[in-house]
């Protein structure tokens, strides 16, 4: 895949915590279709609803409820962004140790990663229930802001009947035609572990849902309102334009030409605002975005580089290194446990 290519949007794989799972296809096929529900990139509310749902993820009211609901259901439950392509329960408390097995290959990544996306499109507008090959039920309710889709919580990995021995032996099949190396046995009991949801529970689990989503939407807003009162409007348009062209080069008279200040005025309450200069922030945030395409093996470190913005890699190299302590290769290989 040449890095023209990344420049265009490269699909991410699934961040599968221990060893990571590529799903990106060769070729054309790799660029990621945009979700017709997020918001327009114009008006940076793609990014919006992304933070939204980190500050949303980092309140005390989802960790409380979090905790609660998983004790209560015994059952995982995720915040994920409209657009999102991670394993949203890998890593959570309850995880299926069914899912969790077959986490470790990017075929069966790619699998659960197609059902999420359909999940995703379904429940743009009210809760959904998708059913993954495995025959494991996984359920979203949305949040919104208004008009606005900002995310959905998840919960699932369940079956919504009790399964029999001919659908675990299909299951098999399907595992191992994924290249999943798994004890037969391990995966049976595993298999059979999974929870079994009744009609009456699958409903009551969807109100809880639709309740907290309705708490969250409140909270959201006042979020928004805390964070543009926290900034000033410039800097907050500012940094919406520093992500939706971070792929290209941007520089700091074109910012404040976007932002309408003079570059002298910029530069100053840009710096007295985020406590960095401005270099250095669309450095930080070009790395963090390069964190993430770095879970998916499939993606050559040269196409990471020039998808996130920067013109050599030399250069991605250099700056990765000043700011994590190690080069983009050594973090690959601590996060997918080389």
């Known amino acids: 895949m040449a890095s023209p290519v990344g420049r265009a949007g490269i699909r991410r794989g699934c961040a599968d915590g221990a060893r990571g799972g590529g799903l990106a296809p060769k070729g054309a096929a790799a660029l990621r279709p945009r979700n017709p529900f997020a918001a327009p990139a114009a008006n940076g509310n793609g990014n919006s609803n992304r933070s939204l749902i980190e500050a949303l993820a980092a309140s005390k009211i989802y960790h409380d409820y979090e905790r ?47 059902v999420q996306e359909k999940l995703a499109h379904s429940a743009a507008f009210e809760a959904h229930s998708v059913t993954c090959p495995a025959g494991l039920c996984d359920i979203a309710v949305p949040i919104r802001l208004g008009d606005r889709l900002i ?13 029999t021995a001919a659908q675990f032996e299909r299951t098999a099949k399907l595992v191992a035609d994924w290249g ?8 049976r009991e595993a298999f059979f572990a999974t929870q079994t949801v009744s009609l009456a529970h699958h409903s009551a689990v969807v109100k809880l849902l639709s309740i907290f989503a309705q708490h969250l939407s409140i909270l ?4 928004v309102m805390q964070q543009e009162n926290s900034e000033p409007p ?13 792929a290209e080069a941007i520089s700091l008279g074109q910012v404040a030409k976007a932002v309408n200040t003079s570059t002298f005025y910029f530069c ?12 250095d922030y669309v450095s930080r945030v070009r790395i963090e975005k390069s964190k993430n395409l770095l879970l ?19 250069h991605f190299n250099r700056v990765f290194k000043k700011i994590l302590g190690q080069s983009p290769t050594e ?5 997918l446990g080389h």
């Open 151 to 163: 995310g959905f919580l998840q919960t699932g990995q369940i079956f919504r009947k009790k399964p």
């Open 220 to 223: 959201s807003n006042q979020v």
């Open 296 to 314: 998916n093996p499939n993606l050559r470190i040269s196409e990471i580089a020039f998808e996130v913005g920067f013109q050599s890699l030399t």
């Open 180 to 187: 999943v190396s798994v004890d037969r046995e391990s995966l």
């Open 234 to 246: 410039v800097i907050l348009r500012a940094k919406e334009y520093i992500h939706e062209n971070l």
């Open 331 to 335: 973090y690959r290989a601590q996060l």
């Open 68 to 114: 609660a609901f998983s004790e209560a259901t015994n059952l995982p439950l995720a915040l994920r962004p409209v657009e999102s392509w991670q394993l949203p329960f890998h890593g959570k408390h309850h995880e299926n140790p069914f899912c969790q097995m077959l986490a470790q290959k990017s075929r069966a990544c790619a699998a659960c990663m197609q």
């Open 268 to 279: 100053k309450i840009f710096k007295r605002v985020t406590g960095i200069n401005f270099t």
